[in-house]
């Protein structure tokens, strides 16, 4: 069964983080920089939050002025995560059930962050999962094995 270490082994640990005192412009700046949707908010390399593009539509609804919000007043707390050996339909079902878009892969007992995951990385997966998977079968019938 495919886990979340197969994704990570793919793309990468890489993860962008901001402060909770970063204002939401500079963490809007830092999305729109790296292409991404979220961004893990850390404070002394513990995940305390999550900033997401849903966190930047709660400024703009409330009509406050980016430069002067902070991250922390708006990010996402109570942050789901999974280890890195969660397979993927139980990362799929917690973001399912939460809700949510993006996942912190992060060490159960240390509660070092090894990357982060989206659903759109664990779609991904099961598409080229299952290309291969026709692929095989349609050789095995054609005879091309």
């Known amino acids: 069964m495919p886990t979340v270490t197969d994704i990570l082994s793919r793309k990468g ?3 962008h983080s901001v402060a909770p005192g970063t204002s939401v412009l500079d963490a809007v700046h830092k999305m729109n920089q790296n292409h991404i949707g979220a961004l893990v ?3 002394d390399n513990t995940v305390v939050g999550m900033f997401t593009e849903r966190d930047v539509l709660k ?10 919000m902070k991250v922390g007043d708006v990010m996402s707390r109570n942050v789901q ?3 890195p050996q969660t397979s993927l339909d139980e990362a ?5 059930q939460r809700r949510i878009r993006h996942l912190p892969v992060c060490c159960d007992q240390t509660g070092r962050l090894y990357g982060l995951i989206s659903i759109g990385d ?6 080229q999962s299952q290309e291969q998977q026709i ?3 349609s ?7």
Do not use: H
């Not at 400024?59 to 002067?68: A, F, Q, S």
């Not at 664990?122 to 598409?127: E, G, K, M, Q, R």
């Not at 050789?139 to 094995?145: A, C, E, L, P």
């Open 13 to 15: 640990e890489i993860v």
């Open 41 to 43: 908010v850390m404070t």
């Open 59 to 68: 400024i703009v609804g409330l009509e406050k002025n980016p430069k002067e």
């Open 81 to 83: 995560y999974c280890s």
């Open 92 to 96: 799929g079902e917690m973001m399912l």
């Open 122 to 127: 664990i779609n991904a997966y099961n598409v």
């Open 135 to 137: 692929q095989g079968l």
């Open 139 to 145: 050789d095995y019938i054609y005879g091309r094995v």
